[in-house]
T-cell receptor, first 113, second 115 residues
Framework: RKEVEQDPGPFNVPEGATVAFNCTYSNSASQSFFWYRQDCRKEPKLLMSVYSSGNEDGRFTAQLNRASQYISLLIRDSKLSDSATYLCVVNIQENTGFQKLVFGTGTRLLVSP | GAGVSQSPRYKVAKRGQDVALRCDPISGHVSLFWYQQALGQGPEFLTYFQNEAQLDKSGLPSDRFFAERPEGSVSTLKIQRTQQEDSAVYLC?????????????FGPGTRLTVL
């Protein structure tokens, strides 16, 4: 089983739509969770961290469900500029004690006029 | 201020050639990470430096891959005897602290194509 799993999409939605992505992770000891955004042929950039209590940043809402080990990202009122790949990221602690980030394959979103 | 920079942006190598990829992190950042991103996949961890110390290299796919950061700033990822399966985008990221909880800032990547 992959450490972080996402539906690769693409999700095709019209402008103004609400869209939600889910992500599951396998390591129950994970403590930090993030959503990164990656535009085509560009580097990933942090979109938002995901907190246990859930958090919102404008049109974006992130939720964490530790019991079910999944993370979600909700985008309201989609804009054309939201078209990108959304990477779910989880920190994993290795036996050495080092914590590294593990990225999902990403979910591609296409917002059309 | 300047972000993370990488060079070259594109590299084409013949199978069997050695390549060296450079990363200039954000000035003062303690942590530096290298990732490999294949087409249609997310970035995969290769190695991590805290200052000049390479604290984790568990993600390096083979002993043909070697990374260094001798002065705790610029880092070089070297791939010896390149193979076609090494074709990917190599991303470098830096963060201000020595943990993975901090935001990682990525460079634009080096797109390596091995013929």
């Amino acid at each position: 089983r992959k450490e972080v799993e996402q539906d690769p999409g693409p999700f095709n939605v019209p402008e103004g739509a609400t869209v939600a992505f889910n992500c599951t992770y396998s390591n129950s000891a994970s403590q930090s969770f993030f959503w990164y955004r990656q535009d085509c042929r560009k580097e990933p950039k942090l979109l938002m961290s995901v907190y246990s209590s859930g958090n919102e940043d404008g049109r974006f809402t992130a939720q964490l469900n530790r019991a079910s080990q999944y993370i979600s990202l909700l985008i309201r009122d989609s804009k054309l500029s939201d078209s990108a790949t959304y990477l779910c990221v989880v920190n994993i602690q290795e036996n050495t004690g080092f914590q590294k980030l593990v990225f999902g394959t990403g979910t591609r979103l296409l917002v059309s006029p | 201020g300047a972000g993370v920079s990488q060079s070259p942006r594109y590299k084409v190598a013949k199978r069997g050639q050695d390549v060296a990829l450079r990363c200039d992190p954000i000035s003062g950042h303690v942590s530096l990470f290298w990732y490999q991103q294949a087409l249609g996949q997310g970035p995969e961890f290769l190695t991590y430096f805290q200052n000049e110390a390479q604290l984790d290299k568990s993600g390096l796919p083979s002993d043909r891959f070697f990374a260094e950061r001798p002065e705790g700033s610029v880092s070089t990822l070297k791939i010896q005897r390149t193979q076609q399966e090494d074709s990917a985008v190599y991303l470098c990221a830096s963060s201000g602290t020595g943990t993975s909880f901090d935001e990682q800032f990525f460079g634009p990547g080096t797109r390596l194509t091995v013929l």
